[in-house]
């Protein structure tokens, strides 16, 4: 959030909700490289085809790539591989059938939609909880809330209860030199 705006650097309740104008994506400094090179190389080409898992995720970050390296697409052939082997036979026989982009389209938007649900929760129930369970200190320690988090706390949790709960019974065993 802090890098939206700085005030957000300071937790404070007053500024929840944080819902920035527009959600932009950030570059992680030590991928810049590597951008920068599929940037180039996705600015020179005419044809793109989307190689990605065929999931709402792989397309969300097929196309996020293209906003965030600013390509320019109106100019330009998108294609989708669609493959479901390794097989070198199944792979050459995808690229020979490349479909149109335009089914990716809404899995891009259903993931775009789900990562800005995701950070917003994040951002705001992560700060809201922090500040609300810390009310007496200035020293906050950060409590994580995000929809996955949750989820994968929550299994490790009833497991955990499971565990403690066990109760050990006898099990009666047939011993084979007895028959």
Do not use: C
């Given at each position: 959030?802090?890098?939206?705006?700085?005030?957000?650097?300071?937790?404070?309740?007053?500024?929840?909700?944080?819902?920035?104008?527009k959600?932009?994506?950030?570059?992680?400094?030590?991928?810049?490289?590597?951008?920068?090179?599929?940037?180039?190389?996705?600015?020179?080409?005419?044809?793109?085809?989307?190689?990605?898992?065929?999931g709402?995720?792989?397309?969300?970050?097929?196309?996020?790539?293209l906003?965030?390296?600013d390509?320019?697409?109106?100019?330009?052939?998108?294609?989708?591989?669609?493959?479901?082997?390794?097989?070198?036979?199944?792979?050459?026989?995808?690229?020979?059938?490349?479909?149109?982009?335009?089914k990716?389209?809404?899995?891009?938007?259903?993931?775009?939609?789900?990562?800005?649900?995701?950070?917003?929760?994040g951002?705001?129930?992560s700060?809201?909880?922090?500040?609300?369970?810390?009310?007496?200190?200035?020293?906050?320690?950060?409590?994580?809330?995000?929809?996955?988090?949750?989820?994968?706390?929550?299994?490790?949790?009833q497991?955990?209860?499971?565990?403690?709960?066990?109760?050990?019974?006898?099990?009666?065993?047939?011993?084979?030199?007895?028959?």
């Amino acid at each position: 959030p802090h890098e939206y705006d700085a005030k957000y650097a300071k937790w404070k309740l007053e500024d929840l909700p944080i819902k920035p104008v527009k959600y932009e994506y950030k570059v992680d400094e030590s991928k810049r490289d590597l951008f920068n090179n599929m940037k180039k190389h996705l600015s020179e080409a005419d044809t793109i085809i989307n190689a990605t898992d065929a999931g709402i995720e792989g397309t969300h970050i097929f196309f996020a790539i293209l906003e965030t390296a600013d390509i320019q697409i109106g100019n330009k052939t998108l294609k989708r591989l669609w493959v479901s082997s390794e097989e070198k036979s199944e792979i050459l026989q995808g690229f020979r059938e490349l479909e149109p982009i335009d089914k990716d389209l809404l899995r891009f938007e259903r993931g775009k939609t789900r990562a800005i649900s995701d950070w917003y929760i994040g951002m705001n129930v992560s700060r809201f909880a922090s500040l609300k369970a810390n009310k007496k200190t200035t020293n906050i320690p950060k409590i994580a809330i995000g929809r996955n988090m949750q989820a994968l706390l929550s299994m490790v949790y009833q497991r955990q209860k499971e565990i403690e709960e066990f109760v050990s019974k006898p099990i009666n065993e047939l011993d084979e030199n007895m028959i």
